[in-house]
């Protein structure tokens, strides 16, 4: 038994600074260890008295009769790490560390968090500033939230791992509330150690987890993180994330639009999405997600039956799933023979969607003969039930008759109680049936299930591409020329130019291209060279000497440097005009794919995937970023237009991101703003190329 499994399962507990006073802090680890029923010896520490709760009381951790699976320490961080040391040094393999005071405090409690560390040796480290774990599954409570002063805990199948210990106890008490049933809580806080990735890890292994849950703050070790998530994903366990600080700014010093437009939190949806994780998008999301995934359902279509006892209610919840994509068709013509067959008079409208059947939660034969012709119906992929005011006067009637019917199908079955009822909704919960407070609930439970069903199988691992043999790269800041000279390296088209410095070499390289061209600056210290009047587009051969004294005096007037190199390059028409571009930051790499030009920054219209390594990313994930866009009808003939050249699209993004995986740390950023894609059979062209290498 590893470590982890020991801090989750253990069979005896030191608790460090224990107090004989429940109502302390000090004293709740040993009150809820007692409450809980743990089975286990538990070993209270504190010199100052003889025993706690009818337990002996050791002075030190040396006098301890046994070496204890965890060390529970409860004293503050000017002394914690005295008992970690002593524990290490006993063998114990794990300690949970509940005092504050460390790197959350600034350098000098970063400086005892390290001491901390240090003192643990090869003893695993959880916390420090956590409010520690909670085992449901095995009644083990290694704890002091108050949280836990609840009379009952619903255990189920949902593992939670939080990065902050208050939410914990929040979602704890809220799970209890709604009977929502969870396995494992976790909070890392600190994670000097043990942090979000290893619990993960085990959790994917964890039999009694059929679904994580994560509060996260910061991914510290993306790598570590990805692999876990990744294992979670082929042992089938959803993993839902709700990731706090979503309206960090970007890299606001950065040289590309790529840089200004990804930010922080685009390149967490592109790891999450890369690694299957579902994003809660709420709070509340964190719950009602893996509340309907845990029913272990699956979802492989979009017809959504919505089963109403009022019809508001009804039209509210079809309304948020077409927003969300889903449809909520009437029945077939089989399926509402069989509903119109329990017609009870005007008590019901049995042939449309919703399907409203007013007085059923006095009808329990009604709602059971509904309920399954509609799970019957080969017309519906998922069914929605709506509790009204009607429901309410008996409803474990309708529960009853609702939990009847489960074992006839495994297709998704939810329910949205309309008046505020918490107990009727813990009821339906507590049968099997998530229940939801609000439409918008339901259609983020009903979305994050066929999220999960569509999720492509986890491809085996293959070796890593052999990195071609590029040659010596620049450093530092490119020019555009430079620029495209790197991105030819890796086979990305690019446009025909000459980098020319006198108006009879503009001249001479205009003849050769073929009449009109496009003029700019060429400086590898002004990335935006529209902004500045460096750029002139479809200037005649005869022109040229004019226009390039115009554009040294106006970039001049703007920057204070008059340009003494420029590009002459071949004008490209009739294509759609994209910007493909690469952001690192501490978290990773991700590839943005969105429609380009001076605008681009202006409309956001992008789509972002992680690379993961060299192999970069497939074709078929490259095509997907496209279709994502809005304005993927523009590629494809939008009101006549020619067809682009869609697989020379892919080619060049499958080309850029194994640039960005192959070349690794030594590139900083990159980005092709216009990447021209040219009518079908005609290819692409990077026009204009930003490249930063370390």
């Known amino acids: 038994m590893d470590a982890i499994a020991r801090l989750l399962r253990p069979r005896s507990v030191a608790v460090i600074g224990a107090s004989a006073d429940p109502t302390k802090t000090a004293g709740r680890p040993m009150a809820y260890l007692k409450k809980l029923g743990f089975a286990g010896e538990v070993f209270p520490v504190n010199p100052k008295v003889d025993s706690i709760d009818g337990l002996p009381c050791y002075k030190d951790v040396a006098s301890l009769p046994a070496v204890p699976d965890v060390g529970i320490v409860l004293l503050g961080a000017e002394r914690a790490h005295q008992a970690v040391q002593e524990l290490a040094a006993q063998g114990c393999p794990a300690a949970i560390v509940l005092a504050s005071g460390y790197a959350e405090t600034g350098q000098a409690g970063a400086a005892r968090q390290q001491q901390l560390l240090q003192a643990a040796g090869r003893m695993r480290i959880l916390g420090p500033n956590t409010i520690g774990l909670v085992n ?40 209890a509330a709604r009977g929502i049933g969870l396995s494992k809580l976790i909070s890392t806080s600190n994670e000097v150690d043990l942090e979000l990735s290893d619990f993960i890890d085990h959790l994917a292994d964890d039999p009694a987890t059929r679904v994580i849950a994560l509060y996260i703050e910061t991914v510290r070790h993306p ?88 019809g508001g209610a009804g039209t509210l919840v079809s309304d948020e799933l077409g927003l969300a994509g ?4 009437a029945p077939d013509e089989a399926t509402a023979s069989t509903l119109r067959a ?25 709602l059971r003969g509904a309920i399954r012709a509609l799970l019957a119906s080969p017309s519906y992929d998922a069914l929605v039930i709506v509790v009204g005011s009607s429901g309410l006067a008996r409803p474990e009637l309708m529960a009853g008759a609702i939990e009847d019917c489960l074992p006839d199908s495994d297709k998704p079955v939810l329910a949205y109680v309309s008046p505020h009822a918490p107990a009727v909704g813990k009821l ?43 040659g010596p790269l620049p450093t530092g800041a490119l020019d555009e020329a430079q620029a495209k000279q790197l991105f030819g390296r890796f086979g990305l088209p690019c446009t025909a130019e000459r980098v020319v410095h006198t108006p009879e070499q503009a001249m001479a390289a205009a003849t050769e291209l073929g009449g009109p061209v496009v003029l700019k600056i060429l400086s590898a210290h002004i990335a935006h060279k529209s902004d500045v009047g460096g750029v ?33 390059q071949e004008m490209v028409q009739g294509g759609v005009e994209l910007i493909l571009g690469m952001h690192r930051d501490a978290l990773g790499t991700a590839i943005m794919l969105g429609m380009g030009g001076v605008t681009a920054e ?93």
């Not at 040229?544 to 420029?566: H, I, K, N, Y």
């Not at 192999?615 to 590629?635: D, V």
Request: aromatic letters at 4%.
């Open 428 to 470: 339906l919960t507590e049968k099997g049936v998530p229940a939801y407070a609000a439409a918008e609930s339901i259609s983020a439970a009903v979305a994050a299930m066929h999220q999960v069903a569509r999720r492509p199988a986890c491809a085996p691992l293959l070796p890593e591409p052999q990195i071609p043999e590029t």
């Open 136 to 175: 449901l599954t095995d009644h083990i409570m290694l704890s002091a939230t108050g949280a836990l002063e609840m009379d009952s805990f619903p255990v189920g199948s949902i593992g939670v791992v939080s990065q902050s210990g208050g939410i914990l106890g929040s979602l704890l008490s809220r799970a």
């Open 342 to 366: 329990l017609n009870s008079g005007s008590e019901a409208v049995l042939d449309r969607n919703p399907i409203d059947v007013t007085l059923a939660g006095l009808r329990p034969d009604l």
């Open 536 to 568: 002139a587009v479809g200037v005649a051969v005869q022109a040229l000497p004019e226009r390039m004294a115009q554009m040294r005096q106006r970039v001049q007037l703007s920057t204070g440097q008059a340009p003494d190199t420029f590009l002459v």
């Open 223 to 310: 790598q570590k993180f990805r692999q876990a998530c990744l294992k979670a994903a082929r042992m089938g366990k959803p993993v839902v994330a709700f990731k706090i600080g979503r309206s960090e700014a970007g890299a606001l010093a950065a040289v590309s639009h790529t840089g200004a437009m990804a930010g922080a939190d685009r390149m967490y949806d592109a790891l999450f999405r890369d690694v299957g994780v579902i994003r809660a998008r709420t709070f509340a999301d964190l719950l009602d997600i893996p509340a309907a995934l845990a029913t272990g359902r699956s979802l492989h279509g979009q017809r959504v039956a919505i089963l109403t006892s009022t």
């Open 326 to 329: 889903f449809a909520t068709p």
């Open 602 to 694: 202006l409309l956001q219209d992008t789509a972002m995937r992680w690379v993961a390594g060299p192999a970069g990313l497939s074709r078929s994930e490259a095509l997907s970023m496209a279709q994502a866009l809005k304005t993927w009808p523009l590629l494809v003939g939008y009101r006549g237009r020619p067809h682009a050249d869609v697989e020379a699209l892919v080619d060049a993004v499958v080309a850029f991101s194994r640039m960005a995986g192959q070349l690794g740390e030594h590139l900083l950023e990159a980005e092709i703003n216009p990447l021209f894609v040219l009518p079908q059979g005609q290819g692409v062209r990077a026009a204009d190329g930003v490249a930063v290498l370390r």
